[in-house]
């Protein structure tokens, strides 16, 4: 990535207030299913794809503002059905796309993960985490393979979304349903355990709290016909994490219950995964009850999660078709943020030491041991380099649509930091998306931090919170200079 702190991108006309401008939107979805097995992405070990239980997709919406006749700002918004946007799949992505479409500015591209863990493997080595898969070389399509597929059927989407695009307007809705529930166990000696029993004597709290929020944009063609509609909810797609097929999750029910409930085959629909990297569909209390209601409907909990996402959108229907905006404000900023490294502290670097001592002492170590080794090396280096370390570097877009701000990151980030970023917000309503345009890995919170276990660990923060303070302060500045009153 070339260095962004000092980069200021400001994509909209005028440096004073936004006034309300035409719109033209486009929208489009394609299949990003591979046709042979793949290594599948998210867990410490390779999990090679037996079948296609859930199709994977990508979602584009292409908005874009006129002004007398003129362009305005842009914008492509591209949901895809990934654990995570890699980087370098980003760049060429990027320089795949700039050729196809002259006019639109690739820079105001967003592209987003919903978090699914059985989608395919962009990168044999992951970037971000050093998690290496081994993957056969016979009977499997490589990551290189599909990530030049992957990068193709974006493009298409985005170029279909982008030349699509005809007058329309946006409306955007509030409701609710239980999705995600924080996953990180306190006990009474202060430790945190993700996925820890709740049933322990022991036990005594949840970490944190959730969200329940479902927030809606739609997207309206010139006859007030629903064409796309964004859906944001703070829980990551992985209900059916560990299998070994093929399935995006949740989101895939949740898509196809809303065209079948409003009668709308061709609907586009954007899962945006808001801050939760805390968060989990996975009950932590009151399982059986849970199980007991889903089998008395005659559902999979996928299923069930996909309806409760529908339904509150659905129900929230009338509510957007009451009061669409033909003409709406529309900016769109992007900045670079030069965020300070997370801290190793005194306890995680002996740790680490000791961690180190154990995992040499193994005679033959498999890949998983290898990987951890080269990540508690990791730590040391961190700790005994810490007035060295660079700062991490992340696109921060943020967006106005008429009393919308939407805000992006590259984190799996706490739900907190996101709460702070609503409660905060000058806007009517701000929608927060997760892991977009990058993979920087968990943002925890210092809570977390001082809890230990998997997510509030050194291994996988880059950013600690310190940067996840300046994340929230720097993301509402932004939104702030897009709804400034007229002088």
């Known amino acids: 990535m070339k260095p962004l702190s000092r980069l200021m991108v400001c994509l909209f006309a005028g440096s004073g207030a936004l006034q309300a401008t035409e719109l033209r939107i486009g929208a489009s979805t394609v299949s990003i299913t591979p046709d042979k097995p793949v290594a599948l992405a998210g867990q410490f070990g390779t999990r090679i794809s037996e079948k296609v239980e859930a199709p994977v997709m990508v979602s584009a919406v292409a908005i874009e503002s006129v002004e007398a006749g003129k362009p305005g700002d842009q914008c492509i918004f591209i949901s895809c059905d990934l654990v995570a946007i890699h980087q370098s799949v980003l760049t060429q992505f990027r320089n795949a796309l700039k050729p196809q479409i002259p006019d639109f500015d690739v820079r105001k591209v967003i592209v987003s993960a919903t978090h699914t863990h059985t989608a395919p493997v962009t990168s044999e080595i992951q970037e971000e985490t050093l998690i290496t898969y081994p993957i056969p070389k016979e009977g499997v399509m490589q990551p290189a393979e599909y990530t030049a597929f ?12 982008w030349k699509n695009r005809k007058p329309g307007g946006v409306s955007w809705t509030l409701g609710f349903a239980q999705i995600g529930e924080n996953r990180r166990s306190i006990y009474a000696d202060g430790h945190a355990q993700m996925y820890g029993k709740t049933s322990d004597a022991r036990f005594r709290h949840l970490e944190a709290g959730s969200d329940s929020g479902v927030e809606a944009l739609f997207f309206w063609s010139a006859d007030k016909q629903l064409q796309a509609v964004a859906v944001n909810i703070a829980c990551p797609s992985q209900e059916v994490e560990s299998r070994r097929t093929l399935n995006a999750d949740f989101w895939h029910d949740a898509r196809e219950q809303l065209k ?32 007991r209601m889903i089998k008395l409907r005659g559902l999979t909990r996928q299923q069930e999660l996909g309806r409760r996402i529908c339904n509150a959108v659905a129900d929230t229907l009338d509510a957007a078709k009451a009061d669409i905006r033909m003409d709406a404000a529309f900016g769109h900023t992007i900045e ?31 890949n998983r041991v290898t990987t951890m080794l080269a990540l508690e090396r990791g730590i040391v280096k961190r700790y005994e380099e810490a007035d060295r370390l660079p700062p991490y570097e992340m696109e921060l877009h943020a967006l106005r649509i008429g009393d919308v701000a939407i805000a992006t990151n590259t984190f799996e980030l706490y739900l907190d930091w996101g709460i702070q970023m609503k409660a905060r917000s000058p806007a009517q309503q701000m929608f927060v998306i997760q892991l977009t345009n990058g993979c920087g890995m968990y943002l925890p919170t210092a809570l977390a931090i001082q809890g230990g276990s998997y997510s509030g660990l050194p291994h996988v923060n880059k950013v600690g919170p310190e940067g996840g303070q300046m994340l929230v302060d720097r993301t509402l500045q932004a939104v702030q200079a897009l709804f400034a009153p007229a002088k």
Request: with cysteine; net charge negative.
């Open 260 to 291: 079948a409930k409003l009668t709308l085959p061709d609907l586009t629909v954007l899962g945006w995964c808001s801050a939760a990297g805390d968060q989990s569909p996975h009950p932590q209390y009151r399982k059986d009850a849970e199980e």
């Open 336 to 366: 670079g943020l030069a965020l300070p490294a997370r801290k190793i502290l005194e306890r995680e670097y002996q740790e680490a030491k000791t961690n180190i001592a154990q995992y040499s002492a193994i005679e033959k170590p498999d």
């Open 150 to 161: 992957f990068v193709e059927r974006l493009c298409h989407a985005s170029v279909s979304a």
